[in-house]
């Protein structure tokens, strides 16, 4: 499994509403991605979001970020809407724990 952990800081509040439309537009890219497996956001400060995404390989992931919705996607955030941004990428090596349901 491949980890994407992304940080971006808005410029100001105006560009919520623009960031939040476009983030929906890049998510619905993503979960049309085969080997897509989820996403998870936090709300770190006021303009700042912290997000991980999740894919089976590092194909998926470049199907994800070389689709043109999200390099347009890219290219309007740091022109227009981010103070700051930053993704790392990370490999599983190992995973375990347990589901008192299961």
Same mark, same amino acid.
Not at 17 to 37: C, I, K, N, Q
Not at 49 to 62: D, I, P
Not at 81 to 92: A, C, G, H, K, M
């Given at each position: 499994?491949?980890?994407?952990?992304? @940080?971006? $800081?808005?410029?100001? !509040? %105006? +560009?919520? =509403?623009?960031?939040?439309?476009?983030? +929906? #537009?890049?998510? +619905?890219? =993503?979960?049309? $991605?085969?080997?897509?497996?989820? #996403?998870?956001?936090?709300?770190?400060?006021?303009?700042? *979001?912290?997000?991980?995404? @999740?894919? !089976? %390989?590092?194909? +998926?992931? *470049?199907?994800?970020? *070389?689709? =043109?919705? &999200?390099? $347009? =996607? &890219?290219?309007?955030?740091?022109?227009?809407?981010? @103070? %700051?941004? #930053?993704?790392?990428?990370? !490999?599983?090596? #190992?995973?375990?724990?347990?589901?008192?349901?299961?």
């Amino acid at each position: 499994m491949i980890l994407l952990v992304y @940080r971006i $800081t808005l410029r100001d !509040e %105006s +560009a919520r =509403a623009a960031h939040d439309d476009m983030d +929906a #537009r890049v998510d +619905a890219v =993503a979960e049309a $991605t085969p080997g897509y497996l989820g #996403r998870e956001l936090f709300q770190v400060g006021p303009l700042e *979001t912290l997000g991980l995404l @999740r894919f !089976e %390989s590092e194909e +998926a992931v *470049t199907a994800w970020k *070389t689709h =043109a919705d &999200h390099q $347009t =996607a &890219h290219v309007r955030g740091v022109e227009e809407l981010y @103070r %700051s941004y #930053r993704v790392e990428v990370y !490999e599983l090596v #190992r995973s375990n724990g347990f589901d008192l349901d299961d």
